[in-house]
C-alpha cells in the first residue's frame, strides 16, 4: 500500500553543479535540481510517504528507495501508536503493555500489520489527531474514537503476534 503512494512521486534529475574550493584541491558538486514531492494535504499517508521521500543515485539517474520508504513511514506509525497508547491507553506501565510490546515485535511487519497499520493511522488522523502527534490532540468527546482505536490494536496484537 505505501509503496503504491510512493510510486506515483517522480524522481530528482541527476544533474550537478561542479565548483572548485579555494585551494584547487577539492571538488564540490551539488544536486541542481533535487526533487520535493507535494504531498496531498487530506490524506495523512500521502503527507507520511512524502515526508519520508528517498531516492538514490544508481548509474546515470535517480531511482525512488521503496524499501527506505516504507521502513520509514511504518516507524514513524508505530511511533505515533506507541505515544497514543502512552496517554490514553489507561496502564499503569504502558510500556510494558502487550500493545506496545507489539508494536516493538517487528522490524519489518507482515504486509497485513503493515495494511492494518495504515489504516488504522488514517483513521486516527481523520478523527481528532492533529499536526502528527496523537498527543493532548484527542478531547473528551473523541473518546468512543480513542476506544475504536485501542480496540483495534488489541485485536491485531492478538492476532498477529507471534506465538511463543
Known amino acids: 500500500m505505501i509503496r503504491s ?3 506515483k ?3 530528482s534529475r541527476p544533474i550537478y553543479k561542479l565548483s572548485l574550493n579555494d585551494s584547487k584541491s577539492r571538488i564540490n558538486s551539488r544536486l541542481v535540481n533535487k526533487y520535493s514531492p507535494r504531498p496531498d494535504l487530506l490524506d495523512p499517508i500521502s503527507t507520511l510517504v512524502c515526508y519520508h521521500f528517498m531516492e538514490r543515485l544508481v548509474g546515470d539517474k535517480y531511482i525512488k528507495d521503496y524499501e527506505g520508504i516504507e521502513k520509514a513511514v511504518i516507524m514513524g506509525i508505530k511511533n505515533e501508536f506507541k505515544k497514543f497508547i502512552v496517554c490514553y491507553g ?3 506501565n504502558a510500556r510494558q503493555s502487550g500493545i506496545h510490546r507489539f508494536l516493538n515485535t517487528y ?3 507482515p504486509p497485513e500489520v503493515v495494511d492494518g497499520l495504515v489504516y488504522l493511522y488514517r483513521y486516527a488522523r ?5 499536526g502528527g502527534t496523537m498527543i493532548g490532540a484527542f478531547t473528551d468527546t473523541d473518546q468512543k474514537h480513542i476506544d475504536n482505536i485501542l480496540a483495534i490494536l488489541e485485536l491485531m496484537r492478538s492476532k498477529f503476534e507471534p506465538k511463543s
Open 9 to 11: 512521486l517522480g524522481n
Open 126 to 130: 481523520l478523527h481528532g489527531m492533529s
Open 5 to 7: 503512494y510512493a510510486s
Open 90 to 92: 489507561g496502564f499503569k
Open 107 to 109: 522490524a519489518t511487519p
